[in-house]
């Protein structure tokens, strides 16, 4: 059998450098790798942030009123409609259950189409940093009407899959794709002497680092007050002692709204912005700590990142990251009715900045655990998966 012919819907492929493009990315590079033959349906910007692999076919959009930074897809064009027919895909891979996703769907059913949702955004999570959460009941009849719809829903952890579950996904259409990440390039072996000197970091000084989209549903303020009350205790307990303190470093890395509110509240934290590469390995396995507390993560990229990187992750409880990070095993995981609790998250970050005993033996386990997520073993099982619904359809 020739190679099958994907057709990718998505609301975000290369205008914005994140989790979900990021992902897409990769994907689509290796299928462009294996011979298999893509168009990418997806909104576009005069000066998109990624260059982005494959042949992307330019659909209708308009601005997202409280992120205006993305896009709304509004659907097919003629002209984009008029590719899709002429490429005459095997199977259609929805990413986004926008008005972009509906039409592929309605196009994919029309014309006998096996669908394959693949899940990548909790959208209902985000909701409230934005002041609507009274859309929430909609947001989630409507993504469950869409996902009803699909032949196969692909999500990316256990954890997500049995809240999708819970939401009101049907469960014999709900499967796996998992992400991998390259442990060659996010290694403990990036860790160098020299990184701190070059960024004027004391070499004693414990570094908690940040990395991420810098938006509010990513839980940006509460990193800088889990900072804060951890650099008001080091300073307290170190100023008690008889020996000259360590100091808190707090890297971020990334860019977007929050930026400017992050800066404020954090003054003193190196801001890198947008890392990739080798540069963005560097950071991580110079890092004491990687602190996480975002609760709308599907899967956590950047926390596998960081577990390559032979660093302790402290994050938040959530579908994603939790599942990757199993507490006082290879990480701490800092339960959800326990965010808000500044003295006791504070307990949990000094005890670790405090004990490198206990960090590098987290750390040690981490790395382990990253080392089961092998990028290419996982993009040719969902491979596999997407040509077997083309053949059993």
Request: hydrophobic residues 40%.
């Amino acid at each position: 059998m020739p190679p099958i012919k994907v057709a990718l819907a998505t609301g975000n492929y290369h205008h914005i450098r994140d989790g979900v493009s990021i992902t897409l990315n990769r994907w689509v590079q290796f299928l462009l790798d294996n011979g298999v033959h893509v168009r990418i349906f997806a909104p576009t910007v005069a000066r998109p942030q990624m260059a982005a692999p494959g042949t992307m076919i330019a659909v209708p959009s308009v601005p997202i009123p409280f992120r205006p930074e993305y896009r709304f897809s509004t659907g097919l064009s003629k002209t984009a409609r008029h590719e899709l027919e002429a490429f005459d895909p095997d199977i259609i891979q929805i990413a986004t259950p926008d008005r972009l996703g509906f039409a592929m769907l309605k196009w994919a059913k029309s014309h006998k189409k096996p669908v394959a949702a693949t899940y990548h955004t909790n959208f209902v999570s985000y909701l409230s940093y934005y002041g609507v959460d009274w859309l929430t009941n909609w947001v989630r009849k409507t993504s469950n009407r869409f996902y009803n719809q699909c032949d196969r829903v692909f999500v990316p952890t256990q954890s997500m899959q049995d809240e999708l579950l819970r939401q009101g996904v049907e469960s014999h259409r709900l499967a796996r794709w998992s992400r991998g990440v390259d442990t060659s390039l996010f290694s403990p072996e990036k860790r160098n002497p020299s990184w701190r000197k070059t960024h004027q970091i004391p070499e004693k000084a414990i570094v908690c680092t940040y990395v991420s989209r810098l938006v509010a549903e990513k839980n940006t303020a509460l990193f800088c007050e889990w900072m804060n009350h951890l650099d008001q205790r080091l300073t307290k307990q170190h100023s008690e002692a008889e020996f000259v303190p360590s100091k808190l470093a707090i890297c971020v890395v990334g860019e977007g709204p929050t930026q400017e509110a992050m800066q404020k509240a954090c003054p003193n934290a190196h801001f890198f912005g947008t890392l990739i590469g080798s540069d963005l390995a560097e950071v991580y396995a110079n890092s004491d700590l990687f602190v996480f507390p975002s609760i709308s993560e599907t899967f956590g990229n950047v926390t596998l990142e960081a577990m390559a990187s032979g660093v302790a992750a402290v994050v938040a409880e959530s579908p994603g990251s939790s599942s990757l990070v199993e507490d006082n095993v290879n990480g701490c995981v800092i339960p959800a009715e326990k965010l808000q609790d500044d003295e006791w998250v504070t307990d949990v970050l000094l005890n670790l900045a405090t004990n490198a005993t206990k960090r590098q033996a987290l750390a040690k386990e981490a790395r382990k655990e990253a080392e089961t997520y092998d990028s290419i073993a996982i993009q040719e099982a969902f491979l596999k998966d997407l040509t077997d619904m083309v053949d059993h359809d």
